[in-house]
């Protein structure tokens, strides 16, 4: 039946019915392609948001911060624990440590919790992750030591929360999942 009407409307219709389907055809491949960049687009921004505004400045402040502790221990007490077992600190070494936490980690650590509070709805994971966790008891349990630090008692030095080991591993693998995604998106 359908060849029989083709042969009926002859070689025109042809090619109207042809040029009708290539125009839809093309309309609705355009519209996918468009579909697909605009996503790829908004993973880019939410990529380039995370590392500008969150693991960026976190990685980079966590790692001069290890570059900063380690200058200080080896100037400062550099055979052993600073607190804990063996001989305790001398009041020169305590001295020097209440002055580099109030001086240069407070400083650090304060911006960092600003970052991740300010930023958080750009974590990869739905939730806070345990580091990420620590990281925010330890900096909110030292303000009560620096506390007693400004009304000169200094019988403690440390927070009851200590600093999270497990941070500068999770951060640095997160920065690098989103550079790498990052050059993935940009076609690198």
């Given amino acids: ?40 687009k908004d993973q880019l921004d939410r990529v380039n948001q995370q590392l500008k505004l969150l693991y960026g400045p976190l990685y980079a402040l966590d790692r001069a911060g290890s570059i900063a502790w380690a200058a200080f221990r080896s100037k400062v007490r550099p055979e052993g624990a600073f607190f804990g077992e063996g001989t305790p600190p001398t009041e020169d070494e305590l001295t020097a440590w209440r002055r580099w936490m109030v001086t240069v980690f407070k400083p650090q650590h304060d911006e960092m919790s600003s970052i991740l509070t300010e930023n958080a709805d750009l974590l990869l994971e739905a939730e ?38 497990a941070l500068a591993g999770y951060l640095e693998t997160s920065f690098r999942r989103l550079k790498a995604d990052q050059s993935k998106l940009l076609g690198q």
């Avoid at 029989?4 to 070689?11: I, K, M, T």
């Avoid at 019915?17 to 392609?33: D, E, I």
């Fill in 128 to 165: 806070l992750v345990s580091p990420l966790q620590q990281f925010c008891a330890h900096v909110a349990a030292y303000k009560v030591v620096f506390e007693q630090w400004q009304l000169g008692d200094f019988s403690q030095h440390h927070s009851v929360v200590n600093y999270p080991d």
């Fill in 1 to 40: 039946m359908l060849d029989g009407l083709v042969a009926f409307l002859g070689g025109e219709a042809k090619t109207v019915a042809f040029a009708v389907v290539s125009g839809v055809v093309g309309f609705l491949a355009k519209g996918v392609y468009d579909l697909v960049a605009a996503r790829r």
